[in-house]
Antibody, heavy 118, light 106 residues
Framework: QVQLKESGPGLVQPSETLSLTCTVSGFSLTSYSVSWVRQPSGKGPEWMGRMWYDGDTAYNSALKSRLSISRDTSKNQVFLKMNSLQTDDTGTYYC????????????WGQGTLVTVSS | DTVLTQSPALAVSPGERVTISCRASESVSTGMHWYQQKPGQQPKLLIYGASNLESGVPARFSGSGSGTDFTLTIDPVEADDTATYFCQQSWNDPFTFGSGTKLEIK
């Protein structure tokens, strides 16, 4: 079955770089796109960016200068790197599989909580 | 960016019909989707393309709308429907989510 799982450090220092990994199973990264979505506690989610099935990327313009998404198809992994973290980057980070004509999110990872604090 | 506006909270009794609204700041055609999120869990897709029921989701859930005004309806509401409901548009770049409607079952 389709599964996604996020991994990475739970605590990041201000101004440092966040590195997260999304490991997928049950589908191919060359057939489906994967997005990163984050959610501050008690707030609505925010779409961060996408690794398209063909290897191209798309980013939320609000984060584009700090964000990089890449993949390793041999390991079924998608990576997120975001630099210059601040306290308002604290939240739960999810990877999702994009589905359908309009890229809705039918499959989500369990999420990983990232706290930005010194 | 396309702003999605939802009312913050609703409270209804079991067995009642509830409608949750989402208004977009610009047209999103039918590129609107609805999610249910319970505390400590990831969002769960309920409705895609404004009105299509995701597989496995009870038929008590339905969606309608196009353009800028959308509605998620639950009829009848059950106690287990206590959750926060988010709308999300994928018509305009970047994709955006609403701030959520917290549904309380009395």
């Amino acid at each position: 079955q389709v599964q996604l799982k996020e991994s990475g450090p739970g605590l990041v220092q201000p101004s440092e770089t966040l590195s997260l990994t999304c490991t997928v199973s049950g589908f191919s990264l060359t057939s489906y796109s994967v997005s990163w979505v984050r959610q501050p506690s008690g707030k609505g989610p925010e779409w961060m960016g996408r690794m398209w099935y063909d290897g191209d990327t798309a980013y939320n313009s609000a984060l584009k200068s700090r964000l990089s998404i890449s993949r390793d198809t041999s390991k079924n992994q998608v990576f997120l790197k975001m630099n210059s973290l601040q306290t308002d980057d604290t939240g739960t980070y999810y990877c999702t599989r994009d589905d359908g004509r309009w890229n809705w999110f039918a499959y989500w990872g369990q999420g990983t909580l990232v706290t930005v604090s010194s | 960016d396309t702003v999605l506006t939802q009312s913050p909270a609703l409270a209804v009794s079991p067995g009642e019909r509830v409608t949750i609204s989402c208004r977009a700041s610009e047209s999103v055609s039918t590129g609107m989707h609805w999610y249910q999120q319970k505390p400590g869990q990831q969002p769960k897709l309920l409705i895609y393309g404004a009105s299509n029921l995701e597989s496995g989701v009870p038929a008590r859930f339905s969606g309608s709308g196009s353009g800028t005004d959308f509605t998620l309806t639950i009829d009848p509401v059950e106690a287990d429907d206590t959750a926060t409901y988010f709308c999300q548009q994928s018509w305009n770049d970047p994709f955006t989510f609403g701030s959520g409607t917290k549904l309380e079952i009395k």
